[in-house]
C-alpha cells in the first residue's frame, strides 16, 4: 500500500510534467495533449512509483524492464517523464517537433529510453508480445509493460496480439488500456464500441484489472500484485485532457493548440496542482 506523502509526490510530479508538455505544445504549436494528459499519471505510477526498472545512464542496460507506449501521438508525455529522469538533456524539450531537436510527434528509438518506434497504431502490443516471448526464452527477468489508446484497439492486430501472448502464456506482459472513451473522431463506443471490454479481454485469455487511471492508489497496488501464469490487461479508465479544466473530456483537445488566454488558464491549474 502506497504511503500518503508517496501519492501527494506523485501528484505534484504529474502536475509538473503535465505542465512541461504544455509548454512543448506551446513552443511547437503541435501534439496531442488530450491523450498525453489522460495517460501521465500512469507514466508517473510506472516510472516514479517504483513499477520499473531502468536506468536512464545506461538505457540498454539488459535487466531493464521495457516499457512501449503504442499509441504513440501522446509521445510528449513521455518525452517530458525522460527529460525529467535525465535520459537526455530537458532543453530537448523545447525543441520538440522543430528542425535540429532530436524529439518528434511520436516516439523514435534514437530518443534514449524509447524502446520502439510507434505512432502508426496497432503495433505495440505485438512488439511488446515478441519481447515478452523473447525474454521468456532466454529466461531472463525483466517485463514489458505496452500502453494502448482505447481508440487503438479498432486496430485488428491488437487483438491477433492478445491471442498471441495468451497462447504462449506470456506472464511477462502487461498491457494498460488507457480508457478515456474518446478516441479522434468521437466518444469510442459512439465509433466502434469496445464494451464489456474487461469481459472481452478475459475471453481472449488475460487477467484482467479495472482500476481508475487517475488514482495512484489504484495504479500502484494492481501493478504490485504478483503475476500469475498468463498475461495481465489493466483496464485504466481515465479522462482525457485529465488535469486542465476545459480540455477534460472536450473532443477538440485531440490535438488542438491552446490560445493564449487558454494557455494562461491551464498554466495557473496546473501550477496550483504542482503545489498541493
Ligand atoms: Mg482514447
Same mark, same amino acid.
Given at each position: ?13 504529474? @502536475?509538473?510534467?503535465?505542465? @512541461? ?7 511547437? $504549436? $503541435? #501534439? ?33 524492464? +521495457?516499457?512501449?507506449?503504442? *499509441? #504513440? ?7 517530458? =517523464? ?27 528509438? $534514437?530518443?534514449?529510453?524509447?524502446? %520502439? ?11 511488446? %508480445? ?5 525474454? *521468456?526464452?532466454?529466461? %531472463?527477468? #525483466? ?11 479498432? /486496430? &485488428?492486430?491488437?487483438? /491477433? ?30 465509433? %466502434? ?6 469481459? +472481452? ?8 484489472? /479495472?482500476?481508475? &487511471? ?15 501464469? +498468463?498475461?495481465?490487461?489493466? =483496464?485504466?479508465?481515465?479522462?482525457? !485532457?485529465? !488535469?486542465?479544466?476545459?480540455?477534460? $473530456? ?9 490560445? =493564449? ?11 496550483? *496542482?504542482?503545489?498541493?
Amino acid at each position: 500500500m502506497a504511503e500518503l506523502n508517496q501519492i501527494n509526490m506523485l501528484a505534484q510530479k504529474s @502536475a509538473s510534467l503535465r505542465l @512541461a508538455v504544455l509548454e512543448m505544445v506551446a513552443v511547437a $504549436k $503541435k #501534439g496531442h495533449i488530450g491523450g498525453a494528459y489522460s495517460c501521465i499519471d500512469i507514466l508517473v505510477a510506472l516510472y516514479y512509483g517504483g513499477v520499473l526498472r531502468f536506468d536512464p545512464v545506461n538505457p540498454s542496460w539488459p535487466l531493464r524492464d +521495457r516499457f512501449i507506449l503504442s *499509441k #504513440g501521438h501522446s509521445g510528449a508525455a513521455l518525452f517530458a =517523464v525522460l527529460a525529467d529522469l535525465g535520459y537526455f538533456d530537458s532543453a530537448e524539450l523545447t525543441r520538440y517537433c522543430c528542425n535540429g531537436g532530436i524529439l518528434g510527434g511520436h516516439p523514435d528509438r $534514437k530518443v534514449p529510453g524509447i524502446e %520502439a518506434d510507434t505512432g502508426s497504431l496497432g503495433h505495440g502490443l505485438g512488439i511488446g %508480445a515478441g519481447m515478452a516471448l523473447a525474454a *521468456k526464452m532466454d529466461g %531472463a527477468e #525483466g517485463r514489458v509493460f505496452v500502453l494502448v489508446g482505447d481508440g487503438e484497439c479498432n /486496430e &485488428g492486430s491488437v487483438w /491477433e496480439a492478445l491471442v498471441f501472448a495468451a497462447r504462449h502464456r506470456l506472464s511477462n506482459l502487461t498491457l494498460i488500456i488507457d480508457r478515456n472513451r474518446q478516441c479522434v473522431l468521437d466518444f469510442t463506443e459512439e465509433c %466502434a464500441p469496445l464494451d464489456p471490454l474487461a469481459e +472481452r479481454l478475459a475471453a481472449f485469455g488475460w487477467d484482467v484489472a /479495472e482500476v481508475d &487511471g487517475h488514482s495512484f492508489q489504484e495504479l500502484l497496488s494492481t501493478f504490485e500484485q504478483k503475476p500469475s501464469t +498468463r498475461p495481465r490487461a489493466i =483496464v485504466a479508465n481515465t479522462i482525457k !485532457g485529465k !488535469g486542465v479544466s476545459y480540455m477534460e $473530456k472536450v473532443l477538440k483537445w485531440h490535438h488542438s493548440v491552446p490560445n =493564449v488566454e487558454e494557455l494562461a488558464i491551464a498554466r495557473a491549474e496546473l501550477t496550483a *496542482k504542482t503545489q498541493a
